[in-house]
Every structure is written in C-alpha cells, then in structure tokens.
DNA sequence: CGATTTTTCGTTAGCGTTTACGAAATGTGC
DNA sequence: GCACATTTCGTAAACGCTAACGAAAAATCG
C-alpha cells in the first residue's frame, strides 16, 4: 500500500540504511547515490513515516498546546502565532480546549503525555501545578502561558500583568477620574498581579479608596465573561458615589460591564470610563469602542515557537527562561475624556 | 527513565504480552492477574506508548484538521466541538492555519501526512483538489467542511448554503427591501452557492437587477475581510439608485461595508438594511447589531466528531457520507425596518 | 478418570525506522 | 606498490508495542 525505505531500497539495490542517510541529509554517504534515492523518494511520493522515526530517536516533532478556551481571542492567537512559526521546522502542534474545568486538563495532560510530545505549551486553569508536574516528571519541556506558578521550575513567555494593571488605572487617573472601580480576575497570578498594579498607581497618586471598589467576578469557569461582567456591575452600582472611571479584568468582561451600565441609563466614558484588557478583535468594534490594553497575544505565540525550537535544538540551554512582554495600552473613545 | 511494559512484566513475574491484554481490556486473561497488573500500572503512572502502539496497530489516535484561518470565528468553535466530542474516545487533534494559502495548505497536508493520522478534516482555501488528492491516494478517510468538491469522493458537514443565500434575501424582501445588493464570496462552492440563493430569492419575488448589484471582494487570502468590505461598499455606494438593502458573504465583511456605509452618512438600516453570515459572537454587540445566518458551527464540530467516530470504528462504513445542516437567520437591529 | 473443550498465558515475529559498528571501496602518502 | 587514512556502504540490533499461534493449565463431559 504505501511505499516505506525498503521498497525504494529494493528498487534501487542499496540497503535501507542507505536510503535513510539520504533522507537525512548525512555526510556518510556518496552525492550520486543521494542523488539517485532522492530522485525516486520523489517520484514516489515517498514521506518518512514519523511515527516508526519517533520510536527510535524518542523525539515526536509534535508540541502539546492545553488552553483554557480556544475561541478565546487570546489563546487563539497564541495558537496562530504558534502554529506558524512551527511549521517551518516542521513540528505540529496537538491542541486542547480545557474549557477552563481542571479536572478536564489534568485528564488532558495525562492522556497527551502518552503521545510522547517533545514539549508542553499549557496556558493552566488550574490553581495547583498537579497537572504540570506530571508533565516535569515524563521530563518534557514545559512553557507556561500567562500564568506563572512560583517555585515551579518551566519557562514563561507572557506580559507583565502588574504593568498592566498599572497602565490602565494610569490612564483612568490621566483622563481625569478619581473614583477609580476595578473587576477583578481569579485568584490567580494574573487577576493578583492586575490588582496589585491597579492599586499601585492609585496609591502613587495618593488616591484612597474602600475596598468595596474591587469586586470579584468569579472564576473563569463559572460561566462566559459576559454574563460576570454584567454582574459584577450591579455590585459597582451599587457603590456610593458612583465610580467615574473602571477597570476591567478583560475586555469580555467589560462587553458585559458597559451592557450593565447602558441599561442603568450611564453614559460611557461621560459618566463612568471604562478600560478593559486583551485589546480582543471586536473591542475597536463595539457600540462604544473600548479602550484596552494589548496583550501582544500573537508576539507571545511566536516567541514561544522560538523559545521551543532553541529548548530542542540544544537540550541543555537555560533550564527556566522567562520571557516578559511589556504591554500597551490602545486608547479608544470608551475613556476619552479629554 | 520511563516505565514500559517490559518492567511492569518483570516486576510481576509476567510476560509483556500479558500485561498489554491487561490494559486493553482483552478477554484472554484471567480476571485476577489483570488486577494486579492494573494495580501495579496505576501505582507506577504507567501510559502506554502511543507511538510504539501506533506503528504496529496502524492507526494513531491522530485527527488532522486542516483551516484557513484558526482565530476565525468559524472554524475556532469547529475546533472546539470537535475537540471536545474527541475527547471522551481518545483522540486527538492536530491543527494547521494555512492563513488561507492554498500553497502553505497543501505543503501542511503534505507534512501532516507523514504522521499517519487516523482521519482528515479540511475546510480547503484551494481551487482544486491537489491536496485533497494525495490524502485520498493515502488511503486516509476525509472530511470536508463547509466546502465541496463535486466529483471528489469524501464525506461533507456543513450548512446548505444555497438556502443561506435565500434566507438572507427573503427576510431582506420581508423587511420591503427591492434594490438588494450582495458582496459575494470567492469563486468557490460557497460564494456560488451563496450567489445562487440571492439570485433563487429575488426570482421567485420577481425582482430584477441588473449585475451591477452583485460586487465581488477578492478572495480570502487578498486581505483582511474588513477592508475587502470596504472596498466592495465603495461600488455599492456608486450605484445608482442607492440600495436599500445588502447581503454580505460574512460577517467581517459585513463589519466592513457598514464602516464605510457609516461614513458616507447613511444610516442602517434607514438608508440600507444590511444582513451578514456566520453569526460570529461579536456580531450581536457591534455599534449596530447586526442580522445574520448562523452557520452551526460549533454543531457542526460535533457531527463531525460523531461522523469520524463511526468511520473509524467501523472502517467499511458508508463511503460518502453528507450531513447537511439548515442555517438560521437571527434577526438583528441592522435590518429591522418594520 | 480419560478425552475434549475452554481459559489463560508465553514465544516468536514484526511494525518502519535509526544507531552502532564494522567491512569494503576509494583515495593519499611516499 | 604498500601502508594508511578516508569515504561509502551494509549488517545486526533496538525502539515499545501488538498479532498470530501454540502450549499449558483448568474446566467440562461422558
């Protein structure tokens, strides 16, 4: 049925050994007789097949990336940026949709190590590192994406969330807001690293506020963004006084946010300015375009293709590079004050 | 460094054969040693290699699923529902974006076949059936999403799009429209059949226009689907009577022409009611809502798991299977004139 | 209890490739 | 033309698993 190294061997009257030092490219081997084999490998349409390759060399050119969402624009533009870059040294990539339910991606992982990937990609939903572990002890390489588990020995290619909790409320302060919400993330590195930024500008410009004026959204798998977003904002109108200026964990959240808010008859910014994060496609779209801070999604994909292709080309590099990103902040009329 | 069967064997004083009848559940084994033996591989986090399974049983585990574009909203919820049906029978998915270049396509096919996978999905930016040639020659089971091949033997999932044409320009007649203008798709099955339900629609109402009223935009790899919108929104807005109604390929496209509708100064849907494609989940929170057919996407996701499932468990199965699905118009304010 | 069936297990071979090693062919020095 | 190094090739074994067959053990039957 489909032709393998001894048919072209047979063929040919060399051995298969041979015909694999063509394939390969390997200095011990004469120029015609590669010649000779590569010409019929081509005219027969032959591929090496990988998965009797895999075996023996116990490298599969394949790359595991786990996200909590593929939809997401963020992930997806992870996998983009990932998927093109790898193609040129040919290593493709195994993609799974966690749908943000840990147990889902523990399975995942596990059932994945099986194939023998050649390294992990895993943007986690989880809050415990029980899935990487298991990924460290098989002794596959591992990025993390966006979410950094401290004491946990991988790399990390992401922004800087402090900076851009810090970006946001900074810009809020700039366009003339004092009372200052935020919709807070998870109880992850990223949703504490958004507050800790957002706290830290309001306190470089001496503005004090309760703390009722953080409020949680849940966790992402408790539902879609929207309907948190919308929720959370019921707790911000509840606030006395109102906020002027808000802060959301990210841009679906705000979509849901500045819903709320229209309802309540607000008009955005003139009565609240909003700020979201992820600089989603559609954010520039909106009935009111949202201002946002640009996570370089398609950046981080493509660095961590060059991250991994360095991490298998000399196994023994940097046992845990860390690559951080500055975001950017996109001004759009959602906080145009001035 | 990893634990294979041989060592689980040794340690119970087995031999390989048994324990690999322990873990696929084979009948020939008594049901006490198959205890012990699953016993012993859960304490020891054992995982069968899947590559090693693979080269001999002929069949990896593996799906392909081959799309223009994976951040678009389209072909990202396929991948999520039919990653998420594959999930539960052990299957995984390997992904390519071909950014819509039917070169980079065929030399990812090309590649993706060399890993043996199990079954291929292909929603094809290709004019003919190269590619799709040597999957079949390959003797490897084929699906086709959202576009077909007439004449090429292959299963099919997606939606009627002659009736997605229809539906559009029905419910535009509905809302009192008469000068129905369409941006239409690519030369390809979808942007013709498309075509030919506008043109199905406008016949049975008895409405002539002259061709003018149909604008092209380019194909898919030229740009961006917002500025091809654009551009073709340019003639319509050359044409003389304005129309007062348009059915736009897709959704992004949609996006476009509306922009530049906005700044010539009409008003949507006063001046021109407008209806897109793909229900894409920022349409509904655009600055004016927009009216377009739902494409099923995330259903057609799961049928195609389901259709893969059954191909693989039962090989000989049917040899063309077609699941064609109805579209939905989900009205919106963009056309709501009445 | 011997003959026969059924259950349980081990042996051998092979999936398609690469690695390690050694042998043959070719080239180089004098 | 001989000793040696270099280039080019082939043989054998292995990667971790499963398929096919047959042998041993246990169960069933008259």
């Given at each position: 049925m489909t032709v393998r190294m001894k048919d072209i061997a047979a063929d040919l009257g060399v051995s298969v050994v041979t015909v694999s030092r063509a394939l390969r490219n390997r200095p011990d081997i004469a120029e015609a007789t590669k010649a000779r084999i590569l010409e019929r490998v081509k005219r027969l349409?032959?591929?090496p097949n990988l998965t009797a390759r895999s075996l023996v060399t116990g490298?599969?050119?394949?790359?595991?990336?786990?996200?909590?969402?593929?939809?997401?624009?963020?992930?997806?533009?992870?996998?983009?940026?990932?998927?093109?870059?790898?193609?040129?040294?040919?290593?493709?990539?195994i993609v799974s949709s966690s749908e943000s339910d840990?147990?889902?991606?523990?399975?995942?992982v596990e059932h994945m190590l099986a194939h023998h990937l050649d390294c992990f990609v895993v943007a986690s939903s989880r809050k415990d590192t029980d899935s990487l572990r298991r990924i460290d002890e098989a002794g596959v390489p591992l990025v993390l994406v966006d979410r950094r588990f401290p004491g946990f020995a991988s790399h990390f290619v992401g922004v800087d969330d402090v900076k851009v909790g810090e970006l946001a409320t900074e810009h809020l302060i700039a366009q003339?807001?004092?009372?200052?919400?935020?919709?807070?993330?998870?109880?992850?590195?990223?949703?504490?690293?958004?507050?800790?930024?957002?706290?830290?500008?309001?306190?470089?410009?001496g503005i004090k506020l309760p703390d009722s004026y953080v409020v949680a959204c849940g966790e992402a798998s408790d539902s879609d963004g929207e309907t948190r977003g919308r929720r959370a904002m019921e707790e911000i109108l509840a606030l006395k006084p109102c906020p002027d200026g808000l802060f959301c964990f990210n841009d679906t959240i705000a979509v849901g946010a500045m819903d709320r808010a229209f309802e309540a008859g607000l008009r955005i910014p003139k009565d609240i300015a909003v700020v979201g994060c992820g600089n989603f496609h559609y954010s520039s779209k909106l009935k009111v375009p949202l201002t946002s801070i640009d996570q370089k999604s398609r950046e981080i994909g493509e660095r961590i293709a060059k991250l991994i292709?360095?991490?298998?080309?000399?196994?023994?590099?940097?046992?845990?590079?860390?690559?951080?990103?500055?975001?950017?902040?996109?001004?759009?009329?959602?906080?145009?004050?001035?």
């Amino acid at each position: 049925m489909t032709v393998r190294m001894k048919d072209i061997a047979a063929d040919l009257g060399v051995s298969v050994v041979t015909v694999s030092r063509a394939l390969r490219n390997r200095p011990d081997i004469a120029e015609a007789t590669k010649a000779r084999i590569l010409e019929r490998v081509k005219r027969l349409n032959y591929r090496p097949n990988l998965t009797a390759r895999s075996l023996v060399t116990g490298r599969s050119s394949l790359i595991g990336l786990v996200v909590p969402d593929l939809i997401h624009p963020f992930f997806g533009e992870i996998a983009k940026g990932l998927s093109a870059r790898l193609r040129d040294k040919e290593y493709y990539l195994i993609v799974s949709s966690s749908e943000s339910d840990p147990q889902l991606e523990q399975d995942e992982v596990e059932h994945m190590l099986a194939h023998h990937l050649d390294c992990f990609v895993v943007a986690s939903s989880r809050k415990d590192t029980d899935s990487l572990r298991r990924i460290d002890e098989a002794g596959v390489p591992l990025v993390l994406v966006d979410r950094r588990f401290p004491g946990f020995a991988s790399h990390f290619v992401g922004v800087d969330d402090v900076k851009v909790g810090e970006l946001a409320t900074e810009h809020l302060i700039a366009q003339g807001c004092r009372r200052i919400a935020h919709i807070r993330g998870p109880q992850t590195s990223i949703g504490n690293a958004r507050a800790e930024g957002y706290s830290n500008a309001l306190a470089r410009h001496g503005i004090k506020l309760p703390d009722s004026y953080v409020v949680a959204c849940g966790e992402a798998s408790d539902s879609d963004g929207e309907t948190r977003g919308r929720r959370a904002m019921e707790e911000i109108l509840a606030l006395k006084p109102c906020p002027d200026g808000l802060f959301c964990f990210n841009d679906t959240i705000a979509v849901g946010a500045m819903d709320r808010a229209f309802e309540a008859g607000l008009r955005i910014p003139k009565d609240i300015a909003v700020v979201g994060c992820g600089n989603f496609h559609y954010s520039s779209k909106l009935k009111v375009p949202l201002t946002s801070i640009d996570q370089k999604s398609r950046e981080i994909g493509e660095r961590i293709a060059k991250l991994i292709v360095s991490l298998l080309e000399k196994p023994h590099s940097a046992r845990s590079r860390s690559i951080v990103l500055e975001p950017e902040l996109i001004a759009r009329e959602s906080s145009r004050l001035r």
